[in-house]
C-alpha cells in the first residue's frame, strides 16, 4: 500500500511537473505572440481596420465600389463633420441581408438623431442565386468573415486576426503592407494599382470578362435582399438621414447590369419612394470618372464623386 | 478539428487534464473518455458520418466474434466475408462509385454509345479509407487465427477511433495497439516531453513547410499553362515538399498526441527523401499503409515466393492498388503504376533490398556514390509526384512535356528566376534548408526532433523550441487541408 502511494505521489508529482513546465512555455509563446498581435494596424490588410475602431455615428455601407469610391474624408469636409465612416466591404462579404445588418447594428452607434448613411445599391448587391434568389440560405456571404465576426469595435482585434486573417503574422511584426491597398483610418479602401491605359485596359477586359461570363449568370435580384436593404434602412432612419445612391461605373458594365435586371433603376426608384429616401443615380454620370477596371472609381476620381455624393445631400437636409 | 486549429489547441489539453486527472485511477474510464473524445472529434467534421463510423466499428466487432465463435471453418468464412464486402461495399459507394460510373461511361463513349451515368452527390467520409483498414487487418488477423476477438467493445472502438489516427493514421494493427489499450498506462515524464517535441516538429512541417510550399505548388500547378521549363520544376519540387511536410508532420502530430496518453502508434515514415533507391523510399514511405499492403494483399498472393513473373505481377498489383486506394482518379493509378515501374529492375536484379539501412548510417555526410543515387532516386520520386498533384493523366503529361521542353530556354530561366524573387522572397528557401538539415541530423531517430539539442543546456534547448514555435506561429502559410484527409 505504502508502494502505491509513493508511486501515486511520484506519479502526480510529475504530472504537475509536466502542466507546469508546459504551461510556462506556452504562456511564453503565447505572450510574445500577443504582443506581436497588439502592433497590428490599419495596413494589415482591406478589412482589419474597420473593425479595430470605436462604434461609429455615420456610415457609408456597401460593397467594393463604396469601399474605393466613397472617401469619408472629402464628404466630411464639404459637409462641415467628421464623423461619417465607410464600412462597405465587397460583393461577396456585405450584399444587403441580415448578415450586413447585423454586422451594421454592431458598428453604428445608436445615440442621436443627427447622423448620415449613404447605403450604395446596384444589382450585385441586391441580387443572390440566380436558381432560387429570394432563399435566404443560399446568401453567398451565409459562411463568410462578417457573419462570424461578433465582435467589430475591437483594437487589436484578436477575433478577427485568429480566424479571418489570411496573411503572415509576420507581415503584422513588421508592419508589412500590401503596396497596393491602404485602408484609411475613416475606412476608406485607397487602391494604387498603375493606371497607365494599358493595364487599365487589361483590368477592365478582365473585369468585365469576369462578370458577363460567371457574376451575371450567378446572380439575379433578389426581393429579399430588397426586403433586408428595407430593414436596414428603418434601423438606421430613427438616428439620422438615410440616402440611397448608385454609383458610377462604366458603359460597358452599365450594358452588363442592364442585361441581369432592366427595371433595376425603376424598382429602386419605387423602393426610394415608398420609403421616402432621397435616391441620386450616378450609374451613368461617368464621363469625368476614371476607372481601376470599369468597375471601381479610380481613387484619382473619387473626390469628384464624394463630392457630387455630398453635394446632394446637402441638397436634400 | 484540425490539428493545426484553435479547436484542437483548447480540445488537447482539456481531454488530457481529464484523461490524467480525472479517469487516470481507471483504465475503463480511461478508455471510455478516450472513445467519447474520439467520437467527438470525429463529429465535428460531419456528426453524420459518425454514425457510418459507429457501424463499420459494431460491425467488425461483432463479426470478429462470430468468427471467433464459429463451430467450423464453414461459419468463420461466412463472417469473414461479410466483413470484408460490407467494409469494401461502403468504401466502393463512398469512394469510388462515381468514379467507375464516369469511367464507364467514357468507355462507351468511345464506341459510340452515350450513356449518362447515375453519379451520386455525396461527400466523401473523413477518414473512411483508414478505419476500414483498420477494421479490416483485425477481421483478416481473426480469420487467421493470429489474435483472438476482442470481446470488450470499448476497448476495440477505441482502438478504431483513437482520434490522433482516426481520420488519417497511421493504419494500426490489433497486435499493436490493442494490448496497449488493454493494459494500465501511467504517466510518464520524458515521453509526454518527447510527445510535446515531435508535435512541434509536425506543426513545422505542416504549417511551415507544407503550407507555404502549397501556396506555389499550387499557384504553378493551377496555372501550369502561363509557365515552362524551370518554373514547372519549381512547381513540381514545392509539391514534393508540399506532400512530405504535410502527410508526415500529421502522422508526427499523430503520434507525438498518442505518446501523451500514454500510447505508441506505428511509425509513418522514416525519412523517406534520404532514401537511395525506390525500394528503400517505399520502406520509408507512408509505412503503416506499405506493410498493410505487404502483409494483406502482397504475401497472400505468393509474396515473392514464386517465379518471377509472379513477383513482378504481385509487385505491380500492390502499387496499383496502393495507388487506387488514394483517390478515384486515374491520376493515382499511373502514380502507383509508374512507381511499380521504377521498383522494377531493383525486383529483376534483386537488389530491392540493398538499403536497409538509413544513408550515411555511421558518418555525417553521404558518400558521393550515395549522394548521387538519393539525388537519382528524389528526382524520380519527384517526376512520379506531377501525377499525384495533377487534375488529369492529361494535365500531367502536358505539364512533363512543357517542363522538359523549357529546361534550356533561357527566357523560361528567367521566368523562374523571377518567380524565385519575387513570388517565393528569402524565407522559405531558408525554412527549407533548416527543415532538411534538421532531417538529416536526426535521421537516424525516430523523427528528425527525438535527440535534436539534447546535449545542450536546458535554457539553450528551450529557446530553441520556443524560437520554433514562434516561427510556426509567425510564418505559417495560409491554412491548408491535410492532403490525406480526402483519402
Known amino acids: 500500500m505504502l508502494v502505491k502511494n509513493n508511486n501515486s505521489s511520484i506519479f502526480s508529482f510529475k504530472l504537475k511537473k509536466f502542466i507546469l513546465h508546459t504551461s510556462l512555455f506556452l504562456a511564453l509563446v503565447a505572450g510574445i505572440f500577443t504582443l506581436v498581435l497588439f502592433r497590428a494596424g490599419f495596413e494589415v490588410d482591406e478589412f482589419y481596420g474597420r473593425f479595430t475602431t470605436p462604434k461609429q455615428h455615420s456610415l457609408i455601407l456597401g460593397t467594393s465600389r463604396a469601399a474605393q469610391g466613397l472617401n469619408p474624408e472629402v464628404i466630411n469636409q464639404e459637409l462641415g463633420r467628421n464623423d461619417l465612416f465607410n464600412y462597405s466591404f465587397t460583393n461577396e462579404h456585405s450584399p444587403y441581408g441580415p448578415v450586413y445588418l447585423r454586422s451594421i447594428q454592431s458598428k453604428h452607434d445608436a445615440i442621436g438623431h443627427d447622423g448620415i448613411f449613404i447605403l450604395t445599391v446596384d444589382p450585385w448587391n441586391i441580387g443572390s442565386d440566380k436558381n432560387n434568389p429570394d432563399d435566404e440560405s443560399l446568401f453567398r456571404e451565409n459562411d463568410l468573415m462578417l457573419h462570424g465576426m461578433w465582435d467589430v469595435n475591437s483594437s487589436p482585434n484578436l477575433l478577427y486576426l485568429l480566424h479571418y486573417y489570411e496573411g503572415s503574422y509576420y507581415n503584422i511584426l513588421k508592419k508589412k503592407q500590401d503596396p497596393q491597398l491602404h485602408l484609411r483610418p475613416n475606412g476608406w479602401l485607397e487602391v494604387m494599382v498603375p493606371m497607365d491605359s494599358t493595364s487599365v485596359e487589361k ?94 472609381i479610380a481613387r484619382g476620381s473619387t473626390p469628384i464623386v464624394s463630392r457630387k455624393v455630398a453635394e446632394f445631400i446637402r441638397n436634400h437636409p | 478539428m484540425l490539428f493545426n486549429s484553435i479547436q484542437f489547441a483548447i480540445f488537447l489539453p482539456v481531454v488530457f487534464v481529464l484523461y490524467w486527472f480525472v479517469t487516470g485511477k481507471s483504465l475503463r474510464w480511461q478508455n471510455i473518455l478516450l472513445l467519447v473524445a474520439s467520437y467527438f472529434f470525429y463529429a465535428c467534421w460531419d456528426y453524420r458520418f459518425l454514425f457510418l463510423l459507429m457501424f463499420s466499428t459494431l460491425l467488425d466487432y461483432f463479426t470478429g466474434l462470430k468468427m471467433h465463435d464459429a463451430p467450423d471453418r464453414k461459419g468463420k468464412r461466412f463472417w469473414f466475408w461479410t466483413s470484408v464486402i460490407v467494409n469494401l461495399g461502403f468504401l466502393a459507394v463512398f469512394k469510388y462509385y462515381n468514379f467507375f460510373a464516369d469511367s464507364f461511361a467514357e468507355m462507351m463513349s468511345q464506341f459510340g454509345m452515350q450513356i449518362d451515368p447515375w453519379t451520386i452527390q455525396v461527400i466523401l467520409p473523413v477518414g473512411i479509407s483508414f478505419y476500414t483498414f483498420h477494421g479490416l487487418s483485425y477481421v483478416i488477423d481473426i480469420y487467421y487465427d493470429r489474435i483472438p476477438a476482442e470481446r470488450n467493445f470499448v476497448e476495440y472502438a477505441v482502438f478504431v477511433s483513437f482520434f490522433p489516427l482516426l481520420v488519417a493514421g497511421p493504419i494500426e494493427r490489433a497486435t499493436h495497439l490493442l494490448p496497449q489499450i488493454k493494459k494500465a498506462r501511467s504517466f510518464d515524464y520524458s515521453k509526454a516531453i518527447d510527445g510535446l517535441r515531435q508535435i512541434l516538429w509536425g506543426l513545422f512541417k505542416k504549417m511551415v513547410i507544407a503550407d507555404l510550399c502549397a501556396e506555389h505548388a499550387n499557384a504553378i500547378f493551377n496555372h501550369a499553362d502561363s509557365y515552362g521549363g524551370l518554373t514547372l520544376v519549381l512547381g513540381a519540387l514545392f509539391f514534393t515538399l508540399q506532400i512530405y511536410g504535410d502527410f508526415s508532420g500529421y502522422s508526427d502530430i499523430a503520434l507525438g498526441t498518442a505518446r501523451l496518453f500514454g500510447i505508441e502508434l506505428l511509425r509513418n515514415f522514416a525519412f523517406p527523401y534520404f532514401s537511395r533507391d525506390i525500394a528503400e523510399f517505399w520502406r520509408r514511405w507512408h509505412i503503416s499503409l506499405s506493410s498493410w499492403f505487404r502483409d494483406y494483399l502482397y504475401v497472400p498472393l505468393g509474396g515473392s515466393k514464386g517465379g518471377t513473373w509472379m513477383r513482378v505481377r504481385n509487385t505491380f498489383i500492390i502499387f496499383l492498388v496502393s495507388g487506387f486506394w488514394h483517390g478515384a482518379n486515374w491520376t493515382f493509378i499511373v502514380w502507383g503504376g509508374l512507381n511499380a515501374l521504377y521498383f522494377l529492375p531493383l525486383l529483376l536484379l534483386n537488389r530491392n533490398r540493398n538499403n536497409m539501412e538509413i544513408v550515411a548510417q555511421n558518418t555525417f555526410l553521404p558518400s558521393v556514390k550515395e549522394f548521387f543515387q538519393m539525388s537519382i532516386t528524389f528526382a524520380l520520386t519527384v517526376l512520379a509526384w506531377i501525377f499525384f498533384r495533377a487534375s488529369s493523366v492529361r494535365s500531367a503529361i502536358d505539364y512533363i512535356s512543357a517542363m522538359l521542353k523549357g529546361l534550356l530556354d533561357m527566357k523560361l530561366i528567367t521566368q523562374s528566376i523571377n518567380y524565385l524573387i519575387v513570388q517565393v522572397g528569402y524565407f522559405l528557401p531558408v525554412f527549407i534548408l533548416f527543415f532538411f538539415l534538421i532531417e538529416w541530423s536526426g535521421r537516424r531517430h525516430q523523427y528528425a526532433l527525438a535527440h535534436f539539442g539534447l546535449r545542450w543546456p536546458k535554457m539553450i534547448r528551450w529557446s530553441f523550441y520556443l524560437g520554433l514555435a514562434l516561427v510556426i506561429l509567425l510564418f505559417a502559410g495560409k491554412e491548408q487541408q491535410f492532403i490525406y484527409f480526402q483519402f
Open chain 1, 203 to 296: 483590368r477592365t477586359k478582365d473585369r468585365l470578362k469576369l462578370y458577363r461570363e460567371e457574376t451575371l449568370k450567378r446572380y439575379a435580384f433578389s426581393s429579399s435582399r430588397l426586403s433586408w436593404l428595407g430593414k436596414t434602412v428603418e434601423y438606421l432612419k430613427p438616428f439620422g438621414k438615410v440616402y440611397l445612391v448608385r454609383l458610377p461605373v462604366s458603359d460597358e458594365m452599365i450594358d452588363i447590369e442592364l442585361e441581369q435586371n432592366k427595371s433595376f433603376d425603376v424598382i429602386i426608384r419605387e423602393f426610394a419612394s415608398t420609403m421616402n429616401l432621397p435616391y441620386l443615380d450616378l450609374s451613368s454620370d461617368n464621363d469625368s470618372i476614371a476607372f481601376t477596371d470599369g468597375n471601381h
